[in-house]
């Protein structure tokens, strides 16, 4: 077996044991024995630790480090593509004609977005781990720069806000929505990757006060099921936003065309 494909086997196994086991141990039970005996038992692979150490690994420390990081890769771990279908779905049925159309259209977004979203963070079998492993890293950070750990830390969360960037600022121009002065998209995303890790947490511990919400929110007053995330993005949203060319009661507009333009075409601030 090549050193990359030996590699990438152990980082598997040492991610499998780590998934398995959770976190109350942090990696100190993920020794190059037990891998050793997973990799030879369940993958047929018979493996030493002259053909590890030294070779690819400089130690077992070095090895933790790599399988933390393999664990901090995104893999799609925060549900994106799920939420972006769901949401691209609400708007093609949206009336988008009149201001109340076009308000009711924001509300199933988030609704059914959001819903997606917390199937999809709930359902991988990584993310628990992975939302966990971010909060221990994050107390690192300042002493840990440039270590393996604190890169994929900080990539990780990265790439999560870009990935909401996009899915908020394509909502917005959809549906004519704009940014109210002085906040911009990168703050609402930020705010929305910390509602859904809180979430996911809260899900495990009282799922029962997290979903199953009835609001009427539907056609003529119909009730429809949210969750306390969807709740909670709706608020960050219009806390955030308004509709363009909604009357001015709706919140403070902007006092000149700059922040976002004079059309109903929205211009989100991506900073």
């Not at 990438?8 to 109350?24: K, M, N, Q, R, T």
């Not at 781990?129 to 440039?146: F, H």
């Not at 009427?216 to 219009?238: N, R």
């Amino acid at each position: 077996m090549r050193r990359d494909e030996m590699r990438e086997l152990l980082i598997e196994v040492g991610l499998d044991l780590l998934i398995e086991e959770g976190l109350a141990l942090g990696t100190e039970r993920l020794t190059f024995k037990r891998v050793f005996e997973r990799a030879a038992v369940e993958r047929g692979v018979r493996v030493t630790n002259a053909s590890v150490i030294g070779r690819i690994w400089a130690d077992m420390a070095d090895y933790q480090a790599d399988v933390l990081a393999a664990a901090l890769s995104n893999d799609d771990i925060d549900g994106l593509e799920g939420t972006i279908r769901a949401a691209a779905q609400a708007l093609a049925v949206a009336d988008l004609t009149t201001v109340e159309g076009r308000r009711a259209a924001t509300a199933e977004v988030i609704r059914v977005g959001c819903a997606a979203h917390i199937d999809s963070v709930t359902r991988v079998r990584k993310a628990s781990i992975n939302i966990g492993l971010r909060g221990l890293s994050i107390s690192r950070l300042p002493t840990d720069v440039g270590t393996p750990t604190s890169v994929s830390v900080r990539r990780a969360y990265e790439e999560f806000a870009v990935r909401w960037d996009f899915v908020f600022a394509q909502a917005f121009e959809v549906i004519g929505i704009r940014l109210r002065p002085g906040l911009t998209i990168r703050q609402l995303s930020m705010l929305a990757i910390s509602l859904t890790e809180g979430f996911a947490i809260w899900d495990r511990v009282e799922p029962t006060m997290t979903r199953y919400i009835l609001r009427p929110t539907g056609p003529d007053g119909e009730k429809q099921e949210w969750t306390l995330f969807s709740l909670g993005v709706e608020a960050l949203v219009w806390q955030f936003t308004e509709l363009i060319d909604a009357p001015v009661a709706d919140g403070p507009r902007p006092s000149d065309g700059s922040e976002t333009g004079g059309s109903r075409r929205a211009t989100p601030d991506h900073r």
